[in-house]
């Protein structure tokens, strides 16, 4: 595993957390009044009184210094990285020998202009902000709009209206509880995209948030507050309406009160057997005689008892939310954005890796941004090309300790992740034009048969023994037959001989279904661009990676280059990270969704061209 990250997984959406509660009535959530529509979407009324959720995770981000990059001019100056992190056996291992060995410039904060080249011809890769973009387009203006309005700027048009609505507007239509006189948004294209960022706001939003006391006040069940009125001494219908006593303890309820009427028991003690204070002004005997009535004088009732109560947005806290909520909403989010350019997000079929030498270290991407090809009967077999984009959403929270500084370590391992995700992405653009190899591929130990393996081996010889050596040679026969008629679909147990008797290489680390191309890269350049969209707390950033081919190669373990590159930044990637845009804020929402757009637009500027010959592109 690198760095102690788990293979990626499909979501989880059978796991049980507190702050999922369960429904006891159609359409109410019981336990957190959750109003539930037809389409499993969960609504608060952020405006109703309940019991407080606990404060706010505060919201903060990974620092990290890292050493400054030095150039491998020569072999003996690269650093032994497979050795290096092939020792890392706990996160904590982690140190910033294992950054400087990677030899990455890292640049934080950088402009999202900056991230997309300007075009040499044509139009701009960015889109212009449109001051009409309020309100998406309905199909009658599209069609009177200007003819030369592509389809593409139509969709933009429309998802930058939906993200500008406010959060309260779209949550209402959503639930259908807008206020009367209050027209509803129109959300179609990024609906996935709200319903996930309600979600979210359950745990992350504190716009509304709203601490204050309120008396607790005793209630019945009905909801009405309780009267307390004079009693009878002995009037069971009076005892029961206290609260529910067993015979027991009316009984010894009169007998107190009897007492302190006969002056036996002092006024300070007559405290009921439940242990509540006589709440009665004058005790009456059940025969009626009002003659011998003798007056209690009780001290006043305590004051009513404070208690916290909230009302905002909030169920819970960030730290506790479950993780496929924010997965969910960014994949949303990059669906929609992805859709217009023939391209799709959906989870790595095949673990991401990143190669050192002979080492492969696992990372974890929760989506990768991919190519749908044009040919019908490809896309249907489900043949993707690319990877264009990658995604990669983490969990973790709190990188500031008690004292406000800066967890090193942390943070260290969070930097580290995200330069394995784009490594990983990197490697696999690489692999454009290139044939899979597969471990073990024509070596003797992967054909040539030898004891226990071949025939009249000890595993067979075994079988004989005990009499089972003619059932084998039929099973194998069978099996074999199986193999080879397309029509046979039925599967056959294979036994732990059979297995052992096989002979072949090892899958490799290919996808078989993926077309392997650097989309977007300039053909005659040995730099890649490779971009990933990364997310924490209820933010995203965009980064992007410029690197040297001769330096991925050098990471896989090809010899090191003879004649040193002519570009003397070579060996030393620059990895770029824009601000953290939060998914809350329309304006930040806008920006991230506008850049990314741009990023799009730029590396699909070419045609869409099937992975032939001549384009260079390997099907595996």
Known sequence: MLLGIPPPSLPNTSSISPFIPRLTLPFVDAETDRYVAGNSFKATDPYEEREPPAAPTPITFPKVKTPDPVGWDTNSARPPLQQLFSRLVRLTDVTDQHLGALNIEILSDVPTDHFVPSAKDGPSYWPEASSEATVPLSYAGAASADASMSKKRKDFDDKIAELRYANDDVYAALTKTTRDGQKAPRVASMRKFWQGLESMGGFWDDSLDHYFESTAATEHKDGGPKITKRARVGDLSNAVKVGPQNIYSLVQDEAAMMSLLSGETSKSSAILSHGT?????????????????????????????????????????????????????????????????????????????????????????????????????????????????????????????????????KSRLDQLREI???????????????????????????????????????????????????????????????????????????????????????SGLRDQRTEYMAIGKETESPYDQVYMVSSLNRHISILKLTVHDAYLDCLAGVDFPIAAPPESNWSTPKLQRSKWFDLFDADDRIEAFSALWAIMSYLTRDPVIDGNTDAGAGTT
């Open 277 to 409: 204070s006589l709440p009665l002004g004058r005790l009456t005997p059940q025969n009626g005689d009002h003659h011998h009535d003798k007056e209690i004088s009780v001290s006043p009732p305590l004051p009513p008892r404070s208690c916290m109560r909230y009302k905002g947005h909030r169920i819970g806290t960030g730290r506790d939310m479950p993780e496929s909520y924010r997965q969910d909403t960014v994949r949303a989010l990059m669906e929609a954005l992805v859709w217009p350019f023939q391209a799709s997000i959906a989870i790595p079929r095949r673990i991401p890796v990143v190669q050192i030498n002979k080492l492969n270290l696992p990372v974890r991407l929760s989506g990768v941004v991919s190519r749908v090809p044009t040919d019908r009967a490809k896309a249907r077999a489900g043949i993707l090309q690319g990877p264009i984009m990658g995604v990669q959403v983490r969990s973790d929270t709190g990188f500031l300790d008690a004292n406000g500084k800066p967890m090193v370590g």
């Open 420 to 506: 394995g995700g784009l490594l990983a992405l990197a490697q696999e653009r690489r692999r454009q034009g290139t044939t899979d190899s597969k471990p073990g591929e024509g070596e003797w130990w992967t054909t040539k048969p030898r004891w226990g393996g071949g025939p009249e081996g000890a595993a067979e010889d075994m079988q004989e023994q005990i009499g089972n050596g003619e059932m084998l040679t039929a099973v194998e026969e069978a099996v074999n037959a199986a193999k080879n008629d397309p029509r046979s679909q039925n599967r056959r147990r294979v036994t732990p001989v059979m297995l052992w008797k096989e002979l072949k290489c090892g």
